[in-house]
């Protein structure tokens, strides 16, 4: 039988599913070969030779790959239609031929579909190729780019500044939008303006409200009311005066539909809709996908197969009658930068499939699925008409002249299904308009002056920042969702109220890169290279030189840097981030001027923790220290100062709330020769910084709490908080309790029943019953039950022998069969379980997609662990 490859489990089950018994479908579980995270995996002296090294995890399945071809010598590829799917071929191509799985007579063929349905793949299979040269070079000049950047840029970031974690291509790319954004915010400096509206009824009796646009005669500018006196001027120009309508003009006009969903925009709608960051929503795309119910949700392309256009006007047609289908099809072409992937739009495979027949349990996939096939129908949907009608007032004397506008809806067209969201709220909409006619008088209800502000640039949600990257041509589509989730992992990013904001940290990196790389971190300058990749990918281009280009400014620039010292770095940060720590005082006073000696400059200065603050030049004479970032930081109490923070004394010691590298903690008294550690509690999860106090830093210090000991055998049975959370003990036997207010207030009757109920779950002391599932799911395809069960560490998904973890985030209790059986099936295959008689390819669940550098493993030591942990790649591996 051929053995048709492809990434994902799931996707391998849809498509043995549609081939049937006369193929063998296996899962290579996305990339199976990566760089190794050490320096000399590309060697620019070696004309940039490569390295590759199979994954750990990846060895078995190259191996199930191996063993089928042994039986049936041909190979057909059929990875994604992208560059990842193509490079992810090429991978398994390269690693089956080096151990000779693939001999001469061994047949090999690439195969791709935009949509896992039944007549796309046996399309597919009727048009087989070889794996494409150009994208492979594409990939590969990619990679290399991402690790050079990563592993020469990264430890010049930990040498030269504090707390750094590393550099990207993008990622750094990414952070200067936000960091400048930020700066444009506190750089702004309000105006105050004001304007007037008037609340005017119609000889009817009904009313309207206009705003005033002309005043003595002369067309108001928008800020041309700078002040209370000048509106309350305006206000008395118009009372004073009769006003009538001078004219009504209405104008037909119309509204089309947004194009179809491509990467990015699905990324910004679900954002806006839903709240859903790039990865999540990524993430349930994907699921769609191989279910077979979306096509491929990695593109940046809009326009849609001819049989999907017709598929959606007959849907459209049946649904809502043959008046909402335009006379013609609508056809959409790709304005964005760099549009490189010759792939449709993401749509629905079926277009009379709505997300009730879809039958779809997850609610992230159904939301998801929802929306896409609104916004496919809509875009084939004829356009709203609109009628916009505008009324001007003015006074018989010229002087005053205001203004109302209004709109109907004649035929609702497209919007009868879909609208789309906004990034900021409209706040001047038009209303409907009563019946008004020209010469009407128009008598005065209410007029009242409002003040307002010019407001400065919103900052970056996940969904605007998107668009900008994809505005500037900066990453590609199935970076996004990468690159927004790896600054925000780093600490250089925070999310406030779904908006993201620099961290300090962010901004040092930033600031950094900004002087001292300002070149690789060029809006213009990243673009330009992902045009140059895109010309390889395309064959118009040579990846080598390519990297030779790069490689020799961006080598050179390493090179400069080598004799910066940390004194002229920080300073020039300094003078970089002057504005946002060091504003101006409303006084005049030197801002940088020590407040406790009165004669030391302040300036940024690095902690042996690794982390930055403000202090004092004249050290060690003067100790003032603050926070790092702008002053008034010391004053917040969810802030922690370099020295940290004295919540007060017990039995002679300091107690102090510090912030270290695993997080927040307390500390009683300090490190001495006698005790160089120092008794020490971290803050369990769900204990805010800014609520620490003396009673309850002493709570965490005094851990282990004795309960009491236990009445079988006198042993005593302690209460603490440990790595997995909180918990009771007894000998060797832990039990996790829910909350952490329990550690404080269990007694001995109920810690005896917990323990026991943990002993009875492992069979030991205290019973042999065995726990009760939480929820049972029903029966395995092969053969046994399927339940979630309590666990130590956690709820899982238990089958015969086999027990799987529930993701972080899925409630136990929403668990669904289909669920635990991919769960259970992925790890029965990574234990090598013995399964039964179920298919080996079709039924395991994909993992969780994850960057290559964290797939591998590193044999060279410490250094390379850093070094793969600080300079990851900001390209995924899909």
């Known amino acids: 039988m051929p053995v048709v490859v492809v990434e994902s489990p799931a996707k391998a089950k849809t498509i043995n599913k549609y081939l049937g018994p006369d193929y063998t479908v296996l899962a290579s579980y996305g990339h199976v070969r990566d760089l190794p995270p050490k320096d000399g995996s590309v060697d620019p002296d070696n004309d940039f030779a490569m390295e590759w090294e199979i994954a750990a995890d990846s060895k078995k399945h190259v191996k199930a790959i191996a063993d089928a071809l042994a039986g049936d010598p041909e190979l057909i590829l059929a990875t994604d239609p992208d560059r990842e799917g193509e490079a992810i071929s090429w991978h398994l191509q390269e690693a089956l031929t080096k151990r000779k799985a693939i001999k001469a007579g061994t047949q090999v063929s690439r195969v791709t579909f935009n949509a896992i349905t039944k007549a796309a793949v046996a399309e597919a299979m009727k048009a087989p190729r070889q794996v494409d040269a150009p994208l492979v070079e594409a990939y590969l ?109 209405a104008k037909p006009g119309t509204r089309n539909p947004s194009p179809p969903f491509m990467t990015s925009t699905l990324q910004q709608e679900a954002s806006r809709k839903f709240g859903m960051g790039a990865r999540a929503t990524m993430s349930a795309a994907q699921r769609l996908y191989e279910a077979g119910l979306i096509t491929y949700m990695r593109t940046d392309g809009i326009d849609m197969a001819p049989e999907a256009v017709h598929a959606a006007r007959d849907a459209i047609a049946a649904r809502f009658g ?86 109907v809806i004649l035929f609702d067209g497209f919007l009868a299904i879909y609208e789309e969201g906004r990034d900021e709220p409209d706040t001047d909409e ?46 590609r589509p199935s ?3 990468s690159i927004v989730t790896t600054i925000q992992d780093r600490g250089y990013v925070a999310k406030d109220r779904g908006r993201l904001v620099p961290e300090d940290k962010g901004r040092l990196v930033t600031a950094f890169l900004s002087n001292y790389f300002r070149r690789y971190v060029d809006y213009d300058f990243t673009a330009d290279l992902e045009e140059d990749l895109d010309k390889v990918s395309a064959g118009d281009g040579d990846y080598k030189e390519l990297l030779r280009r790069f490689w020799r400014d961006f080598s050179a620039a390493i090179a400069e840097t080598a004799e910066l010292r940390i004194t002229d770095v920080l300073e020039k940060i300094n003078e970089v981030l002057e504005p946002h720590l060091f504003p101006p005082k409303e006084d005049g006073t030197d801002p940088r001027l020590c407040p406790n000696c009165g004669a030391g400059r302040l300036s940024m200065r690095t902690a042996r923790s690794g982390g930055a603050f403000i202090g004092c030049s004249n050290y060690p004479e003067c100790r003032y220290t603050r926070p790092f970032g702008p002053p008034g930081l010391e004053d917040d109490p969810s802030v922690i100062g370099p020295d940290g923070r004295v919540l007060g004394e017990d039995q002679g010691d300091q107690i102090t709330l510090r912030d270290g590298r695993f997080g927040p903690y307390v500390q009683r008294g300090e490190a001495t020769e006698e005790q160089p550690k120092p008794p020490r509690a971290s803050l369990p999860k769900g204990w805010p910084a800014a609520e620490m106090d003396l009673e ?44 952490v207010a329990e550690v404080f207030e269990i007694g001995m009757n109920r ?79 990574k234990k090598g379980g013995k399964k039964k008689a179920a298919p080996k390819s079709t039924s395991k669940k994909a993992p969780a997609k994850k960057t290559a550098s964290a797939k591998k493993t590193s044999a060279a030591g410490k250094t390379a662990k850093a070094a793969s942990k600080k300079a990851a790649p900001d390209e995924p591996s899909d």
């Open 141 to 249: 000049a990619r990679r290399a780019l991402d690790y050079l950047v990563g592993f020469n840029l990264s430890p010049v970031l930990w040498r030269k500044l504090p707390g750094a974690k590393s550099a990207g291509r993008v990622q750094s790319v990414c952070l200067r939008l936000i960091v400048e954004r930020e700066m444009e915010i506190e750089a702004f400096r309000p105006v105050e303006y004001w304007t007037v509206k008037a609340l005017l009824e119609t000889p009817r009796g009904q009313t309207f409200e206009a705003r005033l646009v002309t005043l003595g005669g002369k067309k108001l500018d928008r800020y041309d009311l700078k002040n209370e006196t000048a509106a309350d001027m305006a206000v008395q120009a118009i009372r004073s005066r009769d006003l009538r309508v001078a004219s009504v003009e």
């Open 322 to 407: 043959k008046e909402y289908v335009p006379d013609s099809p609508r056809m959409y072409k790709n304005k964005a930068k760099n549009a490189q992937e010759a792939h449709e739009c993401i749509r629905p495979t079926d277009m009379a499939v709505d997300a009730d027949k879809a039958r779809i349990s997850e609610s992230d996939q159904r939301k998801l699925y929802d929306l896409i096939w609104k916004r496919t129908l809509a875009s084939q949907m004829a356009a709203a008409r609109l009628e916009r009608t505008t009324v001007e007032i003015a006074s018989a004397d010229g002087e005053v002249g205001l203004r109302a506008t209004g709109q």
């Open 430 to 475: 038009d209303g409907r308009l009563p019946q008004i006619a020209q010469g009407d008088p128009a008598k005065k209800s209410q007029i009242t002056p409002e003040q307002h502000f010019t407001q400065p640039p919103p900052r970056y949600t996940e969904a605007t920042l998107v668009k900008r990257m994809e505005e500037l041509g900066i990453g």
């Open 479 to 481: 970076t996004y969702a």
């Open 696 to 739: 309850k830093a002493l709570l965490l210090l005094n851990l282990p709490r004795p309960v009491g000991p236990h009445p079988e055998d006198g042993e005593m049975i302690e209460a603490g908080i440990g790595r997995y959370g909180p918990y009771v003990k007894h000998g060797k036997v832990y039990a996790n309790l829910k909350e």
């Open 751 to 829: 810690a005896v029943e917990v323990l026991a109920q943990k002993a009875a779950s492992r069979g030991g002391r205290g019973g042999a019953a065995a726990a009760k599932p939480l929820k049972e799911l029903g029966e395995h395809p092969s053969g046994g039950a399927i339940a979630v069960m309590p666990g130590r560490y956690g709820p899982y998904v238990k089958w015969e022998k086999v027990n799987a973890t529930i993701p972080k985030e899925r409630e136990p209790e929403s668990v669904t069969l289909e669920e635990a059986i991919a769960w259970v099936d992925e790890k029965a295959a």
